[in-house]
């Protein structure tokens, strides 16, 4: 048994999800292994992927590792962050120059500085609801090099306690321990893998763990630093389940 983990935004998601990459996930999942998605989504946002776009997996990991569902969104475990940081990482947040945050956790809340009309779960920075701890804080910026400074001065601030992991201009705040790479540690042990079972691919800055530490693919429009760490490149999941399926 091998287990492909793969990110989605530009990875599996590279140019939509067609019946090519479906049939292709059905083969390798026919042949006695697992598919699954480990992303920077949300589990609330993650867990509905596969029903939109109509293929079927084996495990879901979202906030970067954080969270490891079964397909039907039943959690198996969480990393938590602890709830005394959450006011003051998004204070920092508004501080140096974020207007707007997404908090993940047993609920998902939207905390934003404009005081326009709010959906149920979004709140400004006043009104933030006591929150018993979360597993991720996303945020976005204008541009990559905003993110970058952001992350930075995160990493900083909050050394110790939480990891930011860049995105493009996206960030996602976890704890000090966690990555996509450990997630899926996690996820080895749970289903009683081996190391060399799992298959890693990717095409961004918060891959960087899991592609430098298992057996991994860079997409070809991958980031650069990917690229340089992964041990091979492919156009796309098609092309990498048939190579790995045709491998001795």
């Not at 959450?86 to 997404?102: D, Q, T």
């Amino acid at each position: 048994m091998k287990i492909i983990a793969s990110d989605y935004d530009g990875t599996l998601n590279h140019g939509g999800i067609d019946d090519i990459k479906r049939n292709a996930i059905k083969k390798w999942r026919s042949a006695g292994n697992l598919f699954g998605l480990v992303s920077g989504r949300g589990a609330d946002d993650l867990v509905e992927i596969p029903k939109k776009n109509n293929f079927e997996c084996d495990f879901l990991l979202a906030s970067n590792g954080a969270v490891i569902l079964k397909p039907d969104g039943t959690v198996v475990s969480e990393s938590r962050c602890d709830r005394a940081l959450v006011k003051p990482l998004l204070e920092f947040l508004f501080e140096i120059g974020c207007n707007w945050a997404s908090v993940h956790t047993a609920f998902r809340c939207i905390i934003d500085e404009n005081d326009e009309e709010r959906l149920e779960d979004e709140f400004t920075l006043a009104t933030v609801p006591e929150i018993p701890y979360f597993n991720q804080i996303s945020t976005i910026l204008p541009d990559f090099e905003a993110a970058e400074r952001v992350t930075k001065a995160v990493a900083e601030k909050f050394a110790g306690y939480l990891n930011p992991l860049q995105n493009g201009r996206c960030i996602d705040i976890v704890s000090a321990d966690m990555n996509k790479a450990k997630g899926l540690y996690n996820l080895l042990e749970i289903a009683g893998a081996e190391y060399d079972d799992m298959i890693t691919v990717g095409d961004n800055i918060n891959d960087t763990h899991m592609i430098a530490e298992f057996r991994s693919y860079a997409m070809e429009n991958a980031v650069q630093s990917i690229k340089e760490i992964a041990d091979y490149e492919t156009p796309g999941i098609t092309e990498l389940i048939e190579k790995e399926i045709n491998r001795r």
